[in-house]
């Protein structure tokens, strides 16, 4: 990192065999303040390539709080952060998306008064490549409409106008037009239809398939199940639980004690 902590798209990648032990996200210790109140408490996670990670918690444990941290959207935070091995945590959040790590807010922060193809254009970014030369994803508008058929029947419609579940794709859409290798994404199934709710579980899946690695925030435990590979779970700014999604799933008391369910 030089002396202005920045971070661009050309910097010297990891090779391929240090890519193949190297997480696309690695978290060490990372706390985080809002104001005085200490949010996170030495958060430690990683990431891989074309691997699903759920944050799972109550709200208030601390999830969005990591995602944000993480993606540069918290003013105060101290610990050790590595994205494709090079240190972010010092960056501000715009370098941290040019990069190739792409957010997607909870509240889905679209632009009300632009159309769906106007929002699409302003998270557009150049095509990237991984490490070993192999091309990610190249999304265009057309490849979006055809994930989300809805945003394909209504491009020319302001963002304000649609429901929320709508919105939510298009959050997604155009995070994906910035060609990310890896997504954070704060809770996909919150507040939208059963439908969406379906669609966005396979949008995950399609992602994970192409390599994007994806760290989801996330309360519903079916959902997460369907989607996850492996699982942490926070509880007041700490994890209190790792390993694979099934193991969280098949272990009774850590689900009452923390998730509730």
Do not use: C
Request: hydrophobic residues 40%; aromatic residues 6%; charged residues 20%.
């Amino acid at each position: 990192m030089n002396p202005t902590n920045k971070i661009d798209s050309t910097m010297p990648f990891l090779d391929k065999g240090q890519q193949a032990k190297t997480p696309l996200i690695e978290v060490e210790g990372l706390n985080a303040w809002y104001g005085a109140a200490h949010i996170l408490h030495g958060v430690s996670l990683n990431v891989g390539r074309g691997e699903v990670v759920a944050l799972m918690g109550r709200n208030g444990a601390g999830k969005s709080t990591t995602l944000k941290s993480i993606a540069g959207l918290v003013e105060r935070r101290e610990g050790k952060v590595l994205f494709m091995g090079s240190p972010i945590a010092k960056s501000a959040s715009y370098q941290i998306a040019r990069a190739g790590l792409g957010y997607v807010p909870e509240d889905r922060r679209i632009f009300t008064e632009l159309t769906v193809m106007e929002n699409l254009e302003v998270g557009r970014q150049k095509p990237r490549h991984w490490p070993d030369g192999q091309a990610l994803p190249h999304w265009t508008p057309e490849k979006l409409f055809s994930l989300f058929p809805n945003l394909g029947e209504m491009p020319q419609r302001p963002g304000g106008q649609m429901s929320g579940g709508e919105q939510q794709m298009l959050s997604v859409a155009r995070t994906l037009m910035g060609q990310p290798y890896l997504v954070l994404l704060d809770e996909p199934s919150e507040g939208v239809a059963p439908l969406i709710v379906e669609q966005m579980a396979k949008t995950i899946l399609q992602l994970k398939a192409q390599g994007i690695g994806i760290l989801l925030s996330e309360q519903n435990l079916p959902f997460a199940q369907v989607v996850a590979d492996r699982a942490y779970v926070l509880e007041k700014g700490q994890i209190v639980h790792s390993g694979p999604m099934q193991a969280l799933v098949g272990n009774a008391p850590v689900r009452q004690q923390y998730l509730g369910v």
